[in-house]
């Protein structure tokens, strides 16, 4: 049932402090009863971006905001599920066109991280403010109906970060692999020939923008532990580029756990 029922995404520390009853924001509200149109006592599902789903009612009252009513004490969610493993996490410098799309697509994919990039070929724009990019990325959780909202981190300098093994969050010890898509380059190895069939704990994918890597942003990933990759034979865009990479990350795991 809860398969049919459509979704709000709540953030774990709103819902802890709601106690069940949780007072809906007027943006909230207005997608339930006006885009869903949703009425009194009606069901839907409210989800926390951490792998627990319950089933909701919504309630409705003259003099007060609109609540969503858990049916489920919070500490026993309808539905519960262990974040995906290996972690699938994308890198990207955010192109000038469709960097909405690129982000709803590599979440609906099911990437599981992503980390945004200024490279030195980066076109200047006006950025989708931070606001913008989570709302996306909640959009497309409860669209697609995963459970997990993906980690999104703030912007950071290409040739800075790629340089630096530690900002992926991992430890020397973690089976950590790092592929750095790359165009224009004889031979390199098709990105899911690198992937291996077990002992991964956390994969990267990092995808340059439309004018590609610079030789020093290169260079500085290699020195780094970075493993040049090719999508495929043809010149993608950035955009395309990423979806390419986060659906073959999650073709791969999916292979994994068959």
């Known amino acids: 049932m809860a398969r049919e029922w459509r979704r709000l995404l709540v953030t774990p520390e709103r819902l802890l402090a709601s106690g069940g009853a949780l007072p809906l924001e007027a ?7 006006r885009v869903l149109r949703l009425r009194a006592g009606d069901p839907f599902a ?3 971006g951490r792998g627990q789903l319950w089933a909701a009612r919504l309630e409705l009252e003259a003099v007060a905001p609109p609540l969503a009513v858990l049916e489920q004490d919070l500490a026993c969610p309808l539905l519960q599920e262990a974040a995906p493993r290996p972690q699938l996490a994308l890198a990207v ?20 991280r992503l980390q945004l990039l200024r490279a030195c070929r980066s076109v200047a724009q006006d950025r989708l403010r931070p606001e913008r990019r989570e ?3 909640r959009e497309a959780v409860e669209q697609c109906e995963r459970l997990w909202l993906p980690e999104l981190a703030a912007d950071e300098e290409a040739i800075r ?22 165009t224009r380059q004889q031979g390199l190895p ?20 439309e004018g590609g890597w610079t030789p020093d942003e290169e260079r500085a990933a290699v020195e780094a ?27 791969w795991r999916r292979q994994l756990s068959s």
């Open 27 to 33: 943006q909230e509200a207005h997608y339930l009863r």
């Open 46 to 48: 409210v989800v926390n």
């Open 93 to 112: 410098a955010l192109p000038r066109l469709d960097a909405d799309v690129l982000l709803r697509m590599a979440c609906e994919l099911g990437v599981d």
């Open 135 to 137: 709302a996306i990325l």
């Open 161 to 182: 970060w790629l340089a630096a093994p530690a900002s992926t969050g991992a430890r020397p010890a973690d089976g950590v692999i790092r592929l750095l898509a790359s």
């Open 190 to 209: 098709l990105m899911e020939h690198l992937l291996p069939a077990a002992g991964a704990e956390q994969v990267w994918v990092a995808i340059g923008p």
């Open 225 to 251: 532990g970075w493993q040049p990759v090719s999508l495929g034979s043809t010149i993608l865009r950035c955009s395309t580029a990423a979806v390419a990479a986060v659906a073959g990350m999650v073709s």
